[in-house]
Structure formats: structure tokens, C-alpha cells
């Protein structure tokens, strides 16, 4: 018996997706487009630049070098049932989904060799129903686009805090916004997913159809179907489309304050509608930028007295903070719109304890990007930026969650509040593609032996009950 080796494995794959690409590029020629560096490149040699576009724009670069052996822009789930059923007559073929692009991992929205199905270009259209309620969405729209088609009537979406991201990672994964203390998570908020299951069928998950899909897809990522349509609850955004919102910095010497203070605001939570994002950069070499710089929102277009708690007391080096618009504010720092950056991401999940404990494993996770920053003089041929990011996620929104029919998100409001630390790293030398995922990953497993070394098993704030060892 002949045994396949890797490589006839891996050649049975590429040789599948070609096949799988010579259905779709004869059944949905103008929508089909060959890599042009391959044999069939010339046959859609035309349309040649959408391929280099939509293989292009990912947030993490390393995804861009990947080379799909063609690119299928559907444009309706009929289109993507098709899509489906091809690549089930083919079991061998790779394909992979892309929406925003802007998934930090590497290739979870790309594919070397493999079909790649984008949906940015013509399945991204958004609107608002004509009665205000709710928003129709292309699973390739990205946040900005959602916002526009609301701004005329002030209506807003619960989505991303920046313009360029993805609708459908974004909804999929969760979705942390703004809005989520007021209304939960951008999943909770989907009214209908209209989808194309692994046999091609195309159908509807709704609370009352398929209400067990709906559950799932809600933070249960690309498991479960292809998302061809999102139908999103409409909010009023802010008072007549008036937000508040920007950006504070803060003097390094402050930031136990700010740890302490980030705290204390998610657990009092003095208002539903005040949100901020709290980041901690390190531009390297050297370390040489490290400033605490919060994000803050308020649905208003000014925040009453206290409503972010101790963060008012500490004083800022620079405050751009001031009424807006979402639109406006979801377009800061340009939306997001970089592409082809390095980049590796980890999530820490932590309960929020006491405010000083908190701080004190900030402090720890400070340290912790510092130590790793100075103790490698290679970093010195780089231009690295290093980001931790604790993200509160209140009980607040667990209830909001609850109340909207429940997500895949595991989130409990008994099981009190929590802190989802974002550690990034962003570089630009291609000598650190293997060793720079391999420091922040040190850097996340660091920072969660300090907790358990210190804090495991402590209840968080506002716990009422669970299980302990679980929770913390
Ligand atoms: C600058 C920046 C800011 C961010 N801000 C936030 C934030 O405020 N809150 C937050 O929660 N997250 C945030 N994120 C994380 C972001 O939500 C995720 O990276 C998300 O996956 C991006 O969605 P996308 O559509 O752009 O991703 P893509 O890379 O296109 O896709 C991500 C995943 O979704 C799957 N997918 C895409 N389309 C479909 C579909 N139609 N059907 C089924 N599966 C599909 C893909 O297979 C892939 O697994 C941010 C990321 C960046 C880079």
C-alpha cells in the first residue's frame, strides 16, 4: 500500500482548491479571480487588481503574503451556496473567509493555495429599515459604513470603536463596543442571521428560527455557517447624533493611579452610557514612548459629574476629549485603516478584584513588556510597538447579554466583573516574524502565572456566585 506523504497531502489540497476555483470562475466569471502570478491568471487577468486589493488588505501583514490560488467576491448567499457546495465536492480544498481583514491572527481570514471568499467587495452593503429600527448589513461592511448609512436619522449600531473594522469577525467574535455597558455586546444585538450552512443550504437564525444557531453564532466565531446578511437593532446615537468622546494622556508616574482608577470604574460603573479603553504602549526600542492613553466615550454630548468615576481626578498631559459624533469618533486615529503592519495578539481573561490588587498586577504586567523590551538588544534593528490593553467588561453587559437571549461568550452576570487584557505587538523588520509572536506570548503566560501566583481563586467585584476556581 502506498502511503501519502505530507507533500502529496499538501498537493492534493492545492490541486483541490484549483479545481474548486475552475467551478466558480466558470459559473461566476466576473466574480472569480485567478491568482495572476498563476498558469490560469491570464483568464481574469482583467480584474486582476481586485485579487491584489482584497490579498493586500489585512491589518496583520504577515496574512498579506499569503497568495489564494483565486479570490471569489459573491455577491448574494445564493452565490456563497454555490460556493459551499463546490467546496464540498472537493473535501481537500482549503478556503477561507475574509470580512474586515483586520483579525490579528495569522491566517484565520487567509489562505496560502486555498480558496479565498471576500465579502468586502460586493455582499457590504448597510442600511437603516425605513422604520429606524434596525440595520440591514453585507457581512463585508466594515463599522464606517454602518455609521454612515445611520447618521442622517442619528441611529447607530452597536460595533466597533473604529471605522475600518469588519462587521462579520467583529459580530461573530463577541464584539466589545462603546455601547456594550447599555446594550451588550455587538452579537446580543443581532435581530436575524441570515446564513449558508456546511451543506449549502441557505437559511435564517433568528429567537425564533433556528433559535439554537442564533445563540451560537453569537461569539461562536466561523464554527457554526457563513453569514451572508446581518440584521443589527438600530440605538438612537447619543442626543441628536451629539456624542463625547477622545483621547486622554497620561504621565507614566500616574499610571497606578490609572490602573487603580480603571478599576474602580468597572466596578461602580457609575454610568451605562460612559465607556473608556484604557491602553499601555511601549514603542521600542528602549522603551523609549510608554504613556498610559485612555479612550473615552459618552452616549451624550457631555458627561454629567462623575461619571467616570476617579479616572476625572487624575490630571492628563494632553486631552482631546470633546463632543462629536460617532461617525466622527469612530474615525479617530484614521479607523484603524493600516494595513500590512506585523502583528501578533493574546487575550488575557481576569477577574477585577480589588482596585489595589488590580493595580498591582498591572504594575506586574508593566514589568513584565519592560523586562521583555530591554533584555534583547536585537529589538535595536526594529521599530516595535508593544500594547496592553485591559478592556472592562462589567457585569453590565453580561446582564445586557442576558437580557437579549444570551450569547456563546460564557459570560455570567453573578459571576461578577472582568478584565479582557489585549496584548499586542506590532513590528516592522520581518526578522522578528518568528520570535516576536513567541515574546508576547511569553508575555501573556507571564502575566498569567503572576495572577495565579498572587490572586487565583479571589472573587471578583460584584460576584454573587459560581464556581471560584472557574471564575478567577
Ligand atoms: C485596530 C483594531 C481595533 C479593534 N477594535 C475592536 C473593538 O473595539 N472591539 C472588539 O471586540 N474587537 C476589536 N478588534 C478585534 C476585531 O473585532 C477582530 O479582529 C475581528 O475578527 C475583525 O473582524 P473582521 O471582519 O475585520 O475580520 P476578518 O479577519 O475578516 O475575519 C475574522 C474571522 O471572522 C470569520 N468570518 C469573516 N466573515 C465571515 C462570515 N461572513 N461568516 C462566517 N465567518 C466569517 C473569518 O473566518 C475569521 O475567522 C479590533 C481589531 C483591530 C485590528
Redesign the pocket.
Known amino acids: 500500500m502506498k502511503i501519502p506523504t505530507i507533500l502529496s497531502f499538501g498537493a492534493l489540497a492545492a490541486a483541490s482548491s484549483i479545481d474548486v476555483c475552475e467551478k466558480l470562475h466558470k459559473h461566476y466569471p466576473e466574480y472569480t479571480v485567478w491568482d495572476p502570478l498563476s498558469p490560469q491568471g491570464p483568464e481574469s487577468a482583467l480584474n486582476a487588481s481586485m485579487y491584489r486589493t482584497a490579498r493586500s488588505e489585512?491589518?496583520?501583514g504577515v496574512?498579506a503574503r499569503n497568495r489564494p490560488a483565486c479570490i471569489f467576491f459573491p455577491s448574494n448567499a445564493e452565490q456563497v451556496s454555490d460556493a459551499v457546495k463546490h467546496l464540498n465536492e472537493h473535501p481537500n480544498a482549503e478556503f477561507?473567509?475574509?470580512?474586515?481583514?483586520?483579525?490579528?491572527?495569522a491566517g484565520?481570514?487567509s489562505t496560502a493555495g486555498g480558496v479565498l471568499i471576500s465579502?468586502n467587495e460586493n455582499l457590504s452593503s448597510a442600511t437603516l429599515s425605513s422604520d429606524g429600527k434596525s440595520f440591514e448589513v453585507g457581512?463585508?461592511a466594515?463599522w464606517g459604513d454602518v455609521y454612515e448609512a445611520g447618521a442622517k436619522d442619528n441611529k447607530i449600531a452597536v460595533g466597533?470603536?473604529?471605522s475600518?473594522?469588519?462587521?462579520?469577525?467583529?459580530i461573530?467574535?463577541?464584539?466589545?463596543?462603546y455601547l456594550s455597558a447599555q446594550y451588550g455586546?455587538?452579537c446580543d444585538n443581532v435581530i436575524d442571521f441570515e446564513?449558508v450552512l456546511g451543506n449549502g443550504t441557505v437559511t435564517h437564525a433568528n429567537s425564533k428560527t433556528n433559535p439554537d444557531l442564533w445563540w451560537a453564532l453569537k461569539g461562536g466565531?466561523?464554527r457554526f455557517?457563513?453569514?451572508?446578511k446581518f440584521t443589527l437593532k438600530a440605538h438612537p446615537a447619543g442626543v441628536d447624533g451629539k456624542v463625547w468622546g477622545g483621547i486622554r494622556f497620561y504621565s507614566r508616574n500616574d499610571r497606578q493611579a490609572v490602573f487603580e482608577a480603571v478599576s474602580e470604574f468597572v466596578r461602580d460603573y457609575p454610568d451605562p452610557k460612559s465607556a473608556v479603553?484604557p491602553t499601555f504602549d511601549f514603542g521600542l526600542p528602549g522603551a523609549a514612548v510608554s504613556n498610559p492613553a485612555l479612550f473615552f466615550f459618552y452616549d451624550g454630548p457631555t458627561p454629567p459629574a462623575g461619571a467616570f468615576g476617579s479616572l476625572d481626578k487624575i490630571k492628563p498631559l494632553l486631552n482631546t476629549t470633546d463632543t462629536t459624533t460617532y461617525p466622527e469618533l469612530a474615525d479617530q486615529t484614521g479607523g484603524?485603516k493600516?494595513y500590512g503592519i506585523n502583528?501578533a495578539a493574546r487575550v488575557n481573561a481576569f477577574p477585577n478584584l480589588d482596585p489595589k490588587k488590580t493595580s498591582e498586577l498591572f504594575e506586574d504586567h508593566w514589568k513584565l513588556y519592560q523586562d521583555q523590551i530591554k533584555n534583547d538588544s536585537s529589538r535595536n534593528i526594529d521599530i516595535q510597538i508593544g500594547t496592553f490593553t485591559p478592556?472592562p467588561v462589567s457585569v453590565l453587559i453580561a446582564k445586557a447579554s442576558q437580557a437579549n437571549g444570551g450569547n456563546a461568550m460564557g459570560l455570567h452576570p453573578d459571576h461578577g466583573d472582568r478584565i479582557w487584557v489585549e496584548n499586542d505587538l506590532i513590528w516592522v523588520n520581518p526578522v522578528c516574524n518568528n520570535a516576536c509572536p513567541t515574546y508576547l506570548k511569553n508575555m501573556g503566560d507571564g502575566a498569567n502565572s503572576k495572577f495565579d501566583e498572587k490572586f487565583k481563586g479571589q472573587k471578583p467585584t460584584n460576584y454573587k456566585s459560581g464556581d471560584v476556581e472557574f471564575i478567577s
Open positions: 489585512y491589518w496583520n496574512n477561507a473567509l475574509k470580512s474586515g481583514g483586520h483579525n490579528f491572527n484565520i481570514s465579502f457581512p463585508g466594515r466597533g470603536r473604529l475600518n473594522i469588519g462587521v462579520g469577525g467583529f461573530l467574535g463577541g464584539g466589545l463596543s455586546l455587538a446564513v466565531g466561523n455557517a457563513i453569514v451572508t479603553i484603524g493600516i502583528a478592556q
